[in-house]
């Protein structure tokens, strides 16, 4: 893979984070303060007929297959524990990769592939948005996430309310992805994804093999955070962390930077004092994660691996305006390829991907790229709360955020029989004729 061109980005609001971001490149960061301390200055206060062709196989799934599920064993297992809590802050949980282990051992048909399943955590407040279309956009962003699992053989969870209620704003995904790890074991991989971050290559998939000797995956730009010590050389909107007792050792460690620590302010003047470029008094947990990734290197920081190769998240204004042009190279491409524009079941899209990924060599990653964007983070737009980045206005954010869905829809829709012929206008569709595009 070609690493992206273009390495940072600046976030944060205390009590409701927005997070503005700018891609430059490692090389050219140093020279972009000036930009970057606005952005950061203004987010911390504002907060188709084809000839016939064999179907392509599948490949090996990231998720188990769907199967009911067995009766729960009559073994006794952890949660028969009566001392085993699933808040944060209780008492840690020890031994938990041999007690998940032991759970699989009792329920043999939810151990098979138990080794590549993931299992996505999402979620949003409990109260109405304050912002008109806030409930709309973020309704909008959960399907898109539905639909991406579904493809993908994904389980999901929503989460709308505080499950440690001092830990607030950016930090309740902390008691969430505890709560998902202990609630299933099936599940190797627990995937945090902002809910203000869309999917969109619906056919894209990480690659867990390159995260076989780590425990955690966030987006980021190792260079960078070799270079100097940056509280913006790590995105903790999007992560992915191991269902193991590193796991949850990590983010008890984490989690008590937060407000339900009592150390919360003392955290908060030790990371403004290791990161120089933060401007405000609070801990934050992307703060906190990239403080023991640096300072804690050989037992947390050497487990973690940041993606940077790829839009693991990517910032929504270098992506936008790529996608038009993107969506004509893919069209190009299906012309030319009659197996590409055959119709076929929503069931068989993982094989068709892998098809597609033999005329995507050359696409590239990243800024330039004309491969999709894997995952597009709205960072700074604040679509609930409507507190957008004062760079650009509140219509740019939600007209990109419309277009971008609407963009991920078109891939789930081609299933259906249908497209959306105009990104901007995503309550129309129209019936695609045989043989479409050809």
């Avoid at 990734?293 to 305006?321: A, H, N, P, Q, R």
């Avoid at 899209?349 to 964007?373: D, F, I, M, N, V």
């Avoid at 980045?389 to 955020?401: I, L, P, R, T, V």
Wanted: aromatic share 14%; proline share 7%.
């Amino acid at each position: 893979m070609v690493s992206p061109d273009q390495s940072h980005f600046a976030m944060l609001k205390h009590g409701g984070r927005t997070k503005a971001a700018s891609f430059l490149s490692d090389g050219c960061r140093l020279s972009a303060g000036a930009l970057v301390g606005f952005m950061l200055v203004w987010t911390i206060w504002s907060s188709l007929t084809p000839t016939p062709t064999p179907t392509p196989s599948l490949p090996a799934k990231t998720s188990s297959p769907a199967a009911p599920p067995s009766p729960d064993s009559p073994e006794r297992n952890f949660y028969d524990d009566p001392k085993l809590s699933y808040a944060l802050g209780s008492k840690p949980v020890r031994k938990w990769d041999e007690k998940r282990r032991e759970w699989l051992r009792q329920h043999p048909s939810l151990a098979a592939g138990a080794e590549h399943r993931i299992f996505m955590v999402t979620g949003s407040q409990a109260a109405p948005c304050k912002n008109p279309i806030g409930d709309h956009l973020l309704l909008k962003l959960f399907k898109n996430k539905v639909d991406y699992c579904r493809r993908h053989g994904i389980d999901i969870f929503y989460n709308n309310v505080l499950l440690q209620p001092q830990m607030f704003s950016f930090w309740a995904k902390t008691a969430a992805v505890r709560a998902a790890m202990l609630a299933h074991p099936e599940a190797e991989w627990i995937w945090w994804v902002d809910s203000d971050a869309a999917f969109t290559d619906m056919d894209f998939a990480p690659p867990l093999h390159r995260y076989k000797d780590h425990n955690m995956v966030v987006h980021g730009w190792p260079l960078l955070l070799q270079e100097r010590n940056t509280w913006t050389g790590i995105n903790a909107g999007v992560f992915l962390i191991r269902n193991c007792q590193w796991a949850l050792d990590f983010i008890d460690v984490w989690a008590s930077m937060g407000p339900q620590s009592p150390d919360y302010h003392k955290w908060g003047k030790t990371l403004s004092s290791v990161f120089k470029d933060k401007i405000f008094p609070e801990s934050d947990d992307q703060s906190g994660l990239i403080y023991l990734y640096l300072k804690e290197k050989e037992k947390w920081g050497d487990k973690i691996y940041v993606e940077g190769e790829y839009y693991f998240e990517g910032y929504w204004l270098e992506i936008v305006g790529t996608l038009d042009n993107i969506t004509a190279s893919y069209s190009e491409i299906e012309r030319k390829v009659g197996a590409l524009r055959r119709r076929h079941a929503e069931k068989l899209s993982e094989g068709y991907a892998t098809l597609w990924e033999e005329h995507l060599k050359g696409a590239g990653y990243g800024k330039g790229s004309w491969r999709r964007p894997f995952i597009t983070h709205f960072t700074g737009c604040q679509p609930c709360s409507g507190d957008h980045n004062q760079m650009y206005s509140g219509e740019s954010c939600f007209d990109s955020m419309n277009k971008a869905l609407t963009f991920a829809d078109n891939q789930v829709l081609r299933n259906y029989g249908f497209v959306h012929p105009d990104l901007h206008h995503p309550s129309t569709v129209n019936p695609l004729p045989f043989d479409y595009p050809a």
